[in-house]
């Protein structure tokens, strides 16, 4: 077996299947034996017409899961995402040298795409009939897409009420049944475990190691478009800290592979009432909080799973957690939005988190600095247009853009016209 399941808490080691903890209680992580690739053969490009090697998840297959039969992928393409700068998120932000990649731009609209068509592949190779997963929205839109493209049967477990009406919508149109739970996220995911458990459902949340493999290619294809150029800080949303994670151990495999030569230091970056991780970073404990709230409906977690191994990433990369409030991500939000680059709340926590950063000085002004963005623009619309109708509570819409009605009927049409287009702003 080239690859097997390992213990990150007293490393026992397990052959690759559906367990996702060690009887002493730790989660399990991904281990290729063996492999020892260069960067050159990645750079080459001599797959990149080919199916599957065009998605910037396969790509990387030798790296994330070598002994896989290509038959068993169920792939969308996903990857190949897009690095923005623009001087207002310079400005906004005080550093010279700032750029987003966007994995919003994946098939289904977030990031959880690149971890997906792992977890969904491995379902096929194991011959499962369903999937599930807790989910506060993208996971389960990404799911239920691949789960329908692979013919398997999917189970969302979603907190009702709480997620944005674009992922509701998408897991409801691909054909997932959707089972809402009167609770929160972390209600949501207990309940999963136990069902999958019970039920032989197959698990694709990030407790489940192959979705961080995928999900470590955001790393790998970020330096192969820098020509493995490592910046000094690369800064994520945190959530449920599967990112944190996946970036962890891509960063250090990649080290260990002699592709970089150093780490860039990493920042997870919290919603401010929904910050376990944050308070786990500064207090050295980590304890649940029993009721997040958070406008960033998708890091609305309480009970991460991944918090052992997030933290050991934050130190291994000499990396920083932070915390933003509601007002905050929205403000960086809009920026990002009217840059022509758009994202949705939770991945605009990544740049309000580089602001503070700047602020309080850990940052360096010259500093090379990565943003990921996680999600598309139109997940979440309400938010979008409650902001720009200042109808958001706790909320200052600096950049609010109201419509404007006007009467089509009024005689003096061509005046009203001159009056709105001749206006600043
Ligand atoms: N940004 C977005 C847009 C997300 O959907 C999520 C997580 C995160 C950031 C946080 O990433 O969990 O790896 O720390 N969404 C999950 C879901 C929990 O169910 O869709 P993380």
């Known amino acids: 077996m080239i690859s097997n399941f390992t213990c990150i808490r007293c490393g026992k080691k397990y052959e690759i299947g559906s367990i996702f903890n060690c009887e002493c209680g730790g989660l399990l992580q991904v281990i290729h034996d ?27 297959k030798e790296l994330i899961y070598p002994s896989l039969m290509v038959d068993n992928i169920i792939t969308k393409s ?39 068509t792992v977890a969904i592949s491995e379902a096929v190779r194991l011959n499962a009939k369903a999937v599930a997963c807790a989910s506060t929205g993208n996971t389960s839109a990404s799911m239920a897409a691949y789960a329908a493209q692979a013919g398997l049967r999917a189970f969302v477990f979603i907190p009702e009420g709480e997620i ?53 290619t955001i790393i790998f294809e970020l330096l192969q478009q820098r020509n493995w150029k490592v910046p000094d800080w690369i800064i994520v949303p945190a959530g449920n800290l599967g990112n944190t994670s996946a970036f962890g151990k891509a960063l250090l495999e990649l080290k260990k592979l002699n592709f970089i030569s150093k780490l860039p230091h990493l920042a997870s970056i919290q919603a401010e009432n929904s910050s376990p991780f944050y308070n786990l970073y500064k207090n050295k ?27 050991n990433v934050i130190k291994e990369t000499n990396g920083v957690v932070e915390k933003v409030s509601d007002d905050h991500i929205m403000d960086a939000k809009a920026e990002v939005d009217q840059c022509g ?49 200042g109808l958001l509570k706790n909320i200052k819409p600096r950049l609010q853009n109201i419509p404007i009605i006007i009467d089509p009927k009024a005689i003096d049409i061509q005046h009203e016209l001159k009056k709105i287009i001749t206006l600043k702003g």
């Open 341 to 389: 680059i758009g994202c949705e709340p939770a991945s605009a926590a990544s740049v309000a988190g580089a602001q503070i950063l700047r602020q309080k000085g850990i940052i360096d002004k010259k500093d090379d600095i990565v943003c990921i963005l996680t999600g598309n623009i139109l997940k979440d619309p309400d938010n979008t247009i409650n902001y720009h109708m």
């Open 78 to 116: 996903e990857g190949n995402t897009n690095i923005y700068n623009h001087k207002k998120i310079n400005d906004y932000t005080d550093l010279i040298k700032i750029s987003l990649k966007h994995e919003g731009e994946n098939p289904t609209g977030s990031f959880k795409d690149r971890g997906m």
């Open 285 to 311: 404990e980590f304890k649940p909080i029993i009721n997040p709230k958070t406008i960033a409906s998708a890091i609305k977690i309480g009970s991460p799973v991944s918090w052992e191994k997030a933290i």
């Open 34 to 60: 063996n492999i020892n690739f260069n960067k050159e053969f990645f750079d080459s490009g001599k797959f990149s017409s080919n199916y599957p090697y065009q998605s910037g998840v396969w790509r990387f």
């Open 164 to 216: 944005a009406y674009g992922k509701l919508s998408q897991a409801l149109a691909y054909g997932a049944k959707v089972i809402q739970i009167k609770g929160n996220f972390d209600d949501a995911m207990k309940l999963v475990q136990e069902a999958s458990s019970k039920f032989g459902l197959y698990l694709v949340n990030s407790i489940n190691p192959w979705r961080i493999e995928g999900q470590k």
